[in-house]
Nanobody, 123 residues
Framework: VQLQASGGGLVQAGGSLRLSCAAS????????MGWFRQVPGKEREFVAA????????GYADSVRGRFIISRSSAKTTVYLQMNSLKPEDTAVYYC?????????????????WGQGTLVTVSS
């Protein structure tokens, strides 16, 4: 079971990035998936999540209206479109999957994790 996150990089404030998370090794079509982020010295925090059907979504207040989570029609890839990026969005972003159809916002509720991709937003 693997989750491969990609798409991170360096971007100026106000810019955009799209993160991808590809799932392999298991049928993730009935799994909810989420994105979390972490900066050194802080706990991993919820960013966005999507239910198994790709319809139900949830966002942290800090990103709502700027980030959009979606999943591919095959439901094996999850995307995080990040717009209007701010320096405070700088973090390592992790994708995660949970063996349940509904999404959750706590890291402990997720069963599988990707390796993380670094997003750096310069001012």
């Amino acid at each position: 079971v693997q989750l491969q996150a990609s798409g991170g990089g360096l971007v100026q404030a106000g810019g955009s990035l799209r993160l991808s998370c590809a799932a392999s090794g298991r049928t993730f079509s009935t799994y909810a998936m989420g994105w979390f982020r972490q900066v050194p010295g802080k706990e991993r925090e919820f960013v966005a999540a999507v239910g198994w059907n790709g319809i139900s979504t949830g966002y942290a207040d800090s990103v709502r209206g700027r980030f959009i989570i979606s999943r591919s029609s095959a439901k094996t890839t999850v995307y995080l479109q990040m717009n209007s990026l701010k320096p405070e969005d700088t973090a390592v972003y992790y994708c995660a999957a949970r063996s349940g159809t509904g999404y959750r916002i706590k890291p402990v509720d997720y069963d599988y994790w990707g390796q993380g991709t670094l997003v750096t937003v310069s001012s």
